[in-house]
């Protein structure tokens, strides 16, 4: 059971990227997701969810009409468009899994992929 | 979407037991039975410690217990070792929203 996050890196203020999650070891459309983030040297702070088949997406206030949440399970793979980026957007952005067996537990997190806004 | 209220450190010797505080309101830890808490290790990923404010993952030490009283959920960890030492996340569900606590250290004397 695993998750791997990839697509950050450095990017100007206002510009964009699309973070991706890949999902392996279980059945990935069954399962709602999480992206998370942490700011450096911050604490966790949920950025968005969306539901086994997409029905129900929901966002964070800080995020709300920049960050798209999507997510393809005949891929496997969940993803974030992040757009007009802020400075105050650096931070490691996880995706995890939100458990059905632990219901409403996050039981699988990825490694984390870095995204730094900065010009 | 106001964060929890976590204490930002506490500490113990090995042996001994704390308590890690996490205070929300009627809106997310009072309205639902679905606090988590997770410990991060430096460098690490989040890892979950407790689920539906009392229950332990598979794996997780006896050692780590969960309780909740109306707005206010708690984690105890007991017989303090020193690979406890890192930090500690409380987490609820508010209905559509995930609210995290603003996370505390927890050192090991």
């Known amino acids: 059971v695993q998750l791997v996050e990839s697509g950050g890196g450095l990017v100007k203020p206002g510009g964009s990227l699309r973070l991706s999650c890949a999902a392996s070891?279980?059945?990935?459309?069954?399962?709602?997701m999480n992206w998370v983030r942490q700011a450096p040297g911050k604490g966790l702070e949920w950025v968005s969810s969306i539901s086994s088949s997409s029905t129900y997406i929901y966002y964070a206030d800080s995020v709300k009409g920049r960050f798209t949440i999507s997510r393809d399970n005949a891929k496997n793979s969940l993803y974030l468009q992040v757009n007009s980026l802020r400075a105050e957007d650096t931070a490691m952005y996880y995706c995890?899994?939100?458990?059905?067996?632990?219901?409403?537990?996050?039981?699988?997190w990825g490694q984390g992929t870095t995204v730094t806004v900065s010009s | 979407q106001s964060a929890l209220t976590q204490p930002a450190s506490v500490s113990g010797s090995p042996g001994q037991s704390i308590t890690i505080s996490c205070t929300g309101t009627t809106s997310e830890v009072g309205s639902y039975n679905l606090v988590s808490w997770y410990q991060q290790h430096p460098g690490k990923a989040p890892k979950l410690m407790i689920y539906e404010g009392t229950k332990r993952p598979s794996g997780v030490s006896i050692r780590f217990s969960g309780s909740k009283s109306g707005n206010t959920a708690s984690l105890t960890i007991s017989g303090l070792q020193a690979e406890d030492e890192a930090d500690y996340y409380c987490?609820?569900?508010?209905?559509?929203?995930?609210?995290f606590g603003g996370g505390t250290k927890l050192t090991v004397l």
């Open positions: 070891g279980f059945t990935f459309s069954t399962y709602s």
């Open positions: 995890a899994r939100i458990g059905i067996d632990y219901y409403y537990g996050l039981d699988v």
């Open positions: 987490c609820s569900y508010a209905g559509s929203d995930w609210v």
